[in-house]
């Protein structure tokens, strides 16, 4: 006779399920936020200029807990492009989207991330997609086109650049995250989206503050009052919890539960700058709910 074991599937990580959430909920509320203060500030130098800040804010917060901010040699390129890709790609493709696109109608096409997350999990991790997991991805992707077709996407040749730039935001993330499951960083979370977000957003501040013209006198109360969340709330809080969600859990797990985010980003978006919510797409939403519960399951 001979022992043997049943099989068991590896529990997720509960405290990585609460880093996404953190994630989801700061991404989320960020997309009518940023909509919002692209009225009053030019998209670069906002998205920019309040990364580059959050990221010095990381750096004195890893500090202060005694975290290193040293780089290993080896680490440098893949930081570069992590940077490039989930950072800089991200914020001013979205960024310029918004110009085009209502805040709902960018959050729901930029989180087809997941989407092109699951599908290069396969081959660059060896991921291999499970039944649960796959009815997941097709419910929630379903639930996100329901949406769009509810709020009357179309490439329109109005709308086509914002579509574009969203759709390539998307997939350079998500490349971004399958790449860092794979050659991970080895580095502390604060540290980690500190640097990153500070190398990424740096440029995009530099040719902002060149390129465009912007009038302090015209932001609002209100609109520094956002200022202060898209930094602290958005950078800070919402990057740093990516990043250690991204640690504990598969990476497509984790960009299949953002697709909260753009349930609270449409949300929130038509309740703050009432952009369209009527029953359809709150049965889409519904919809993608479920798709995030059976992927986190």
Known sequence: MTDSK??????????????????????????????????????????????????????VLALLRTQSLAVEARLWPRLALYAVLNVTG??????????????????LIAYTMPVWASLLAWPVLGERPTLLRSIALVMAFAGLAA??????????????????????GAMGFALGTVLAKKYPLLMPPIPAAAWQIGLGCLPVAIVGLLVET??????????????????????CVAYVAW???????????????????????????????????????????????????????
């Open 6 to 59: 049943p099989l068991t599937r590896p529990r997720l990580a509960p405290a990585g399920l609460m880093f996404l959430a953190i994630t989801s909920v700061g991404w989320g509320f960020n997309w009518p936020v940023t909509k919002f203060l692209i009225g009053e500030l030019p998209p670069l130098t906002l998205r920019g200029v309040t990364g580059v800040i959050g990221a010095a804010v990381l750096a």
């Open 90 to 107: 991200w914020m001013v493709l979205m960024g310029l989207a918004l110009l085009w696109l209502p805040a709902s109608e960018a959050a």
């Open 147 to 168: 949406i769009m077709g509810g709020n009357g996407i179309s490439a329109s040749q109005h709308k086509l650049p914002g579509i574009i730039m969203a759709l390539a």
């Open 214 to 235: 912007t009038h302090l006198d015209r932001v609002t109360t209100l609109g520094w009052w956002l200022l202060v969340y898209s930094t602290v709330i958005q950078f």
């Open 243 to 297: 990043f250690a969600a991204l640690a504990r859990l598969p990476a497509s797990v984790a960009a299949i539960g953002t697709m909260a985010v753009p349930v609270i980003g449409v949300l929130a978006s038509a309740i703050t700058l009432h952009e369209p919510l009527g029953p359809t797409q709150i049965a889409a939403l519904l919809f993608t709910l479920v798709g995030v519960v059976l992927a986190t399951r």
